[in-house]
């Protein structure tokens, strides 16, 4: 092997260990959680009620984190207790929908008790895509659809 | 947030930069690329051209002209003949049959004859020099001996193959393609079994069936063999809807016995 | 010698090929079979009770038969105008060409008789018009809320003579029937005869019910709901209407089916965002965890033989489709292809796998070897999911959503059926939208 031959092979290995660098992982996960305002409502002043999610995960980014943290700090203050709904778009199988559902709405949970909510004043419920909030059938209303809302327990 | 940033940023530069320097150096070796030849899909139709093309007669007898001098100067002894009638016919016995003016043989049949071995392209199969020799020459050396040998296995190949039947290619898909259309497969059967049905037919001169059997009747009515049951009856019904069947208007002995062996297989798997 | 033995040799081998020519017929047409289906005659219309004679069965048998036999796609039934022979000679002494000459190779009869008793003696006879003789017959005795059972039977028996297969008419579908706005859907539990016939509401529609799934015996129903706000799998007998929660889990329960011989239910049990496959024994009350796993596992379908367990799970990060032993043990995952995989069930032949499948946007029903291979997909739509099986395996019963404008306009969601061969794909006709649908299995066994 001659010494450009080399060269080119190392330079295209490294090209396209570099591209592969900037690939997205799975187009599934991605980032299409809603950013928008429409359909939030307020469990008080200034505390939003829900957080969104991307399609088929259950994982919270930083808006979402910064609304439960302003979640934790409400219910902490006022000893309410509280049910979060965990919600799932159209564009999946029912059943699995209830599974996603609880796993978001858990997944809301688990972060409220790290921010010292008590686990007795929270309980979950799914309704995986029973209850959309938005009944089109477009990205933006799946999207608003995407979500764990946090209500005032009865 | 900023730090995947610039991460992102200081990776795309790199890749600028890599690709601007390598592409150069990467591109020094032209690449042959084969000549591109295009393809034409040609539709082959499950009807073959008509037993008895007018035009195609002609050229065959042109043909047919020059090997039949050939055939004629060695015609066979006649008594050795008429014990091979089951074998191919020879153009003295058609003259029996059809008896013409000229010594030149039946022009129909021989031209069966032809078109068979041209279609088959093995002239040395077809030969009745061969055969003759083969019988007349009964004491002859070690070499005809071999030659002997070696048309006995194309003699038995012959026996699978149509030249030793009653009906040409070109017959037995017009044939096909009548019961193509009467035959209902039921579409319910599964397709991995061995379900293959034989009927064996009797004809009349008109192609009318005289009598109809299926070989494995047996096993219609075993427990477990639904589907062969229903396959079999399906392919009864197929063979009396097409009653009469549209046979040639000759060689009545050649295809009287038919068996027809009905297998779903093909069509249930697509 | 050496001579004279090839010489006899070759004779010999020459003339055997000339027996008999044989042809290999390896295509046909595969149009539906022609049938005729004569009304059926009335023996004795005189000694009809008024009740029976206003059901007009003479008509209306024949009727629900030809409904059945052309909606499985394999059958066509010619219009009965056309027919030469009337039913009272059709049944009796029918004239074979009369009925080739409309292009019937199948003609069905069927004779109405009420005995001495007052009991409605139903009599049909299957013929095969082409090779000119009978070749089913049976006699049924049918009461007036009955008489379509009797059709079905009837249908079935005809399926299964000219098909092998046994039929899947006789049978019932249990969905959720679905009203009002997407945002605050109604939905009830219904049940019809699987032509549309007869449909009931089993629930009131006030709480959310979901996943229907019949027992083997067709007697009971498992399913979800959300009475009192709490998801949890339910048990409902169908006669008596009695609803029982089934077990007693702390968590919502959910994807219930029934094992093969009906002593158990098989579900999703979800908590702390894991959901793993318990079952529970009817009788017993005794509760087995099966899987536990991290990941979503859920949708389990037994195999027929109650060996195995295909169920869903996104263990490898995605949805994907597993088999595993009933047990539990040697989870291994069977779907290959790209895509997501959901709502995996067994075949009642124990030979496929059907499944809902989401790639690139669009939904696909399809069916697989319970190996994975043999990957087919049937059926693409903007949305359906939920495949359930027919009792002979032929079939599958699923559901279809459309997309919803604004506001949610011309949303609606319908049940279809396809044949396993991909064709004869059709909508079942219900009162309201509706969808879950699951097959009993044929009521006569």
Redesign the interface.
């Known amino acids: 092997m001659s010494l450009?031959n080399i060269?080119?092979f190392a330079?295209?290995a490294?090209?396209g260990f570099?591209?592969s660098?900037?690939a997205t992982g799975?187009r599934?996960s991605g980032n299409d959680w809603y950013t928008g305002t429409d359909t939030v409502k307020f469990l008080a002043a200034g505390v939003p009620d829900r957080v969104f999610f991307a399609t088929?995960r259950?994982s919270l980014h930083?808006a979402s984190k910064q609304t439960l943290n302003k979640q934790a700090a409400y219910i902490k203050s006022s000893g309410i207790s509280v049910v979060v709904e965990g919600h799932a778009d159209?564009?999946?199988?029912?059943?699995?929908n209830?599974?996603?559902g609880?796993?978001r709405?858990?997944?809301v949970r688990?972060f409220l008790m790290s921010q010292g909510v008590s686990g007795s004043k929270i309980t979950v419920?799914?309704y995986g895509k029973?209850?959309?909030?938005?009944?089109?059938?477009s990205r933006l209303a799946w999207s608003q659809n995407r979500r764990a809302v946090t209500v005032k327990a009865k | 947030m900023f730090r995947s940033l610039s991460l992102s940023i200081l990776f795309h530069l790199s890749i600028f930069a890599i690709t601007f320097l390598t592409l150069p150096f990467v591109m020094k070796k032209p690449i042959d690329v084969p000549p591109i030849i295009s393809i034409d899909l040609i539709q082959i139709s499950d009807k073959t051209a008509l037993p008895f093309a007018p035009k195609a007669k002609e050229i065959i007898d042109k043909i047919k002209e020059e090997k039949e001098r050939v055939v004629t100067k060695q015609a066979p002894p006649k008594i050795v003949k008429k014990e091979k009638q089951d074998a191919v016919p020879m153009p003295d016995q058609i003259k029996k049959k059809k008896p013409k003016e000229t010594d030149k043989q039946n022009p129909e049949e021989v031209k069966d004859e032809i078109r068979q071995s041209s279609e088959f392209e093995k002239k040395e199969l077809f030969d009745p020099n061969k055969i003759a020799a083969l019988i007349d020459k009964s004491k002859e050396e070690t070499a005809d001996l071999q030659q002997k040998e070696s048309l006995d296995i194309t003699q038995n190949q012959d026996s699978s193959v149509s030249l030793d039947k009653g009906l040409t290619i070109t017959q037995e898909d017009a044939i096909k393609a009548q019961i193509f259309k009467c035959w209902n497969i039921p579409l319910g059967l599964p397709y991995d079994e061995d379900l293959t049905v034989r009927i064996r037919l009797k004809l009349n001169k008109d192609g009318s069936i005289l009598s109809s059997e299926i070989l494995d009747h047996v096993r219609m009515n075993r427990p477990g063999q639904g589907f062969y049951k229903v396959l079999a009856e399906s392919a009864l019904r197929a063979v009396r809807l097409c009653n009469p069947l549209k046979m040639p208007t000759t060689g009545h002995d050649k295809w009287k016995d038919l068996q027809l062996n009905f297998d779903a297989k093909e069509m249930l798997k697509g | 010698m050496r001579n004279l033995f090839i010489f006899l040799l070759v004779l010999f081998y020459t003339s055997k090929s000339f027996a008999v020519v044989t042809i290999d017929i390896t295509r046909g047409n595969l149009e539906p079979l022609p049938t005729a289906i004569s009304n059926f005659y009335v023996d004795n219309p005189d000694q009809f009770p008024e009740k029976i004679k206003k059901l007009k069965l003479e008509e209306n048998l024949p009727k629900v038969i030809k409904g059945n036999l052309m909606r499985s796609g394999l059958f066509y039934v010619l219009d009965n105008k056309s027919y030469i022979q009337k039913p009272k000679l059709s049944h009796l002494k029918p004239r074979f060409e009369d009925w080739r000459l409309i292009k019937a190779q199948i003609m069905v009869s069927g004779k109405l008789k009420v005995d001495d008793k007052g009991r409605l003696r139903v009599e049909f006879r299957l013929w095969d018009v082409v090779s000119a003789k009978e070749i089913e017959g049976l006699a049924l005795f049918a009461t007036p809320t009955s008489w379509r059972r009797i059709a079905h039977i009837i249908s079935d028996k005809i399926y299964q003579r000219l098909t092998g297969e046994e039929g899947y008419f006789d049978t019932r579908i249990i969905y959720v029937a679905e009203s009002g706005p997407k945002t605050q859907r109604v939905k009830k539990l219904a049940i019809m005869d699987q032509d549309g016939a007869n449909n009931k509401f089993l629930t009131l529609g006030n709480e959310l019910v979901l996943t229907p799934r019949f027992s083997p015996n067709g007697k009971m129903v498992t399913y979800m709901s959300y009475f009192k706000n709490l998801p949890r799998v339910y048990l409902l007998n169908i006669e008596t209407g009695i609803q029982e929660v089934v077990g007693d889990f702390p968590g919502m329960t959910f994807a219930p089916r029934f094992s093969p011989d009906g002593k158990k239910v098989i579900m999703s049990f979800a908590r702390d965002g894991n959901s793993d496959i318990y079952t529970m024994d009817i009788q017993s009350r005794k509760v087995e965890q099966i899987t536990s796993n991290p990941a979503i596992d859920t949708s389990p379908s037994f195999s027929p033989d109650g060996r195995f367990i295909v169920f869903n799970s996104d263990r490898s990060g995605f949805q994907q489709i597993y088999v595993m032993r009933s047990d539990g043990r040697r989870a291994k995952r069977i779907s290959r292809g790209k895509g997501l995989y959901g709502t995996p069930v067994w075949s009642p032949r124990g030979d496929l796998i059907a499944f809902t499948k989401i790639h690139k946007g669009k939904f696909y029903i399809g069916v697989m070897r319970t190996d994975g291979t043999g990957e087919r997909l049937l059926t693409q739509n903007f949305y359906q999911e939920a495949p359930s099986w027919s009792p002979n395996g032929r079939v599958l019963i699923f559901y279809r959503e459309t997309a919803g404008g604004k506001k949610g306009k011309g949303a609606s969601a319908n049940l279809w059926a396809i044949d396993i061969t991909g064709y004869n794909e059709v909508k079942i006709k219900t009162p309201t939208d509706a969808s879950d649908p699951s097959w009993s299995g044929l009521l006569s066994k």
């Not at chain 1, 159209?90 to 699995?96: A, H, I, L, N």
């Not at chain 1, 029973?130 to 059938?137: A, G, L, Q």
Request: charged fraction near 30%; aromatic fraction near 2%; charge should be neutral.
């Open positions: 450009t060269r080119n330079l295209v490294v090209l570099l591209l660098a900037c799975g599934k088929n259950s930083t159209e564009r999946g199988t029912r059943e699995y209830l599974a996603l609880e796993r709405a858990n997944s688990d419920i799914s029973e209850r959309p909030v938005n009944p089109e059938s």
